[in-house]
T-cell receptor, first 111, second 114 residues
């Protein structure tokens, strides 16, 4: 079965720095999505990138997708303390809308 | 902005008891989902629901689990006879349609089985 695996598992940066995290998966996808989860809260959708797209931007977020390497990256530019959260990639496979999540990257942004 | 709401936020139940977790998806959404997250582990898909029937389910979603849309707004997950290993955060989600659509998640119900 397909799996999203994030790397690194944890990241600690200073406010204003950029944060980059990566995700790898194993099987064909329709799209790949990134979600944020604050402690004790639900998952908040950040960005969706389709299998035929290579890069997408949304505000301070930049996502890339390399289907030949089965990998994606999420870049958060000019990080803020409020960006402190866990970030998950999730793949939507060819069979339908079931999302398969990775283990997440815990990001700590120090003020 | 419309949101998915889940109740209760925390449910404590004795092993072997039945539990019903409730969700109100976003009103114009057509697809509904349940996921769970055992402490320290990945978020796992349980079931998707469309047009009043299950469209896909995982191996976790065995005969002890059922879902229902009893009226035009609620979407419920029932666990018939709870086990210790059912302790987890349960998330409900909805999406407008299938295809390249983001899923909108509720804040979850923390289920603790004693």
């Amino acid at each position: 079965s397909q799996q999203g695996e994030e790397d690194p598992q944890a990241l600690s940066i200073q406010e204003g720095e950029n944060a980059t995290m990566n995700c790898s998966y194993k099987t064909s996808i329709n799209n790949l999505q990134w979600y944020r989860q604050n402690s004790g809260r639900g998952l908040v959708h950040l960005i969706l990138i389709r299998s035929n797209e290579r890069e997408k931007h949304s505000g301070r977020l930049r996502v890339t997708l390399d289907t030949s390497k089965k990998s994606s990256s999420l870049l958060i530019t000019a990080s803020r303390a409020a960006d402190t959260a866990s970030y998950f990639c999730a793949t939507d496979g060819a069979a339908g809308n079931k999302l398969t999540f990775g283990g997440g990257t815990r990001v700590l942004v120090k003020p | 902005e419309p949101e998915v709401t889940q109740t209760p936020s925390h449910q404590v139940t004795q092993m072997g008891q039945e539990v019903i977790l409730r969700c109100v998806p976003i009103s114009n959404h057509l697809y509904f989902y349940w996921y769970r997250q055992i402490l320290g582990q990945k978020v796992e898909f349980l079931v998707s629901f469309y047009n009043n029937e299950i469209s896909e389910k995982s191996e976790i979603f065995d005969d002890q689990f059922s879902v229902e849309r009893p009226d035009g707004s609620n979407f419920t997950l029932k666990i018939r006879s709870t086990k210790l290993e059912d302790s987890a955060m349960y998330f409900c989600a909805s999406s407008p349609d299938r295809g390249d659509q983001p899923q909108h998640f509720g804040d979850g119900t923390r289920l603790s089985i004693l």
